[in-house]
């Protein structure tokens, strides 16, 4: 019965440390969103180029 004497078991360091994962997480995605667009958006404009040339 010792077990339901010590009460609730303090876990709001784990919480906070699971929300910083999560939000990192987030954040590199993000990032990595970010790059590949900005790749996309310069091989277009190096696929106009070559269009503009071609013609």
Do not use: C, H
Not at 19 to 48: H, N, P
Request: glycine share 8%; aromatic share 12%.
């Amino acid at each position: 019965m010792l077990l339901f004497d010590q009460g609730p078991i303090e876990t709001t360091n784990y919480m906070i440390l699971g929300y910083a994962v999560i939000f990192g997480v987030m954040l590199i995605y993000l990032v990595s969103l970010y790059l590949r667009r900005r790749r996309l958006k310069q091989d277009l404009q190096v696929f106009e180029e070559i269009d503009k040339k071609g013609q």
